[in-house]
């Protein structure tokens, strides 16, 4: 992962940049993410939205929980967009 390290916010998103998205990021990291028809499970990885752009987050006890500028927070599992197994 030591191509992924990143020391400041224009880093990341040039890294993010580099992969065609957040959603490419993920994909190059975990794989093919799993169908919606099939519920995210706890610890899974997920790409959601939140303030008009893709964040990553985690599913934990059926919430989605992101960290965004202002802290960690968590959302309804159906915000969820896409979802990748751990």
Request: charged fraction near 20%; include cysteine.
């Amino acid at each position: 992962m030591a191509h992924l390290q990143y020391s400041s916010e224009e880093e990341a998103n040039a890294l993010i940049h580099k992969h065609s998205g957040l959603h490419g990021m993920i994909q190059s990291l975990l794989g093919k993410p799993r169908m919606l028809d099939e519920k995210p499970q706890h610890g899974d990885c997920v790409l959601t939205m939140g303030g008009g752009q893709f964040m990553a987050g985690i599913v934990y006890r059926d919430r989605v929980v992101v960290r965004t500028k202002k802290g960690v927070t968590d959302w309804p599992l159906h915000f969820a967009l896409r979802a990748w197994p751990t």
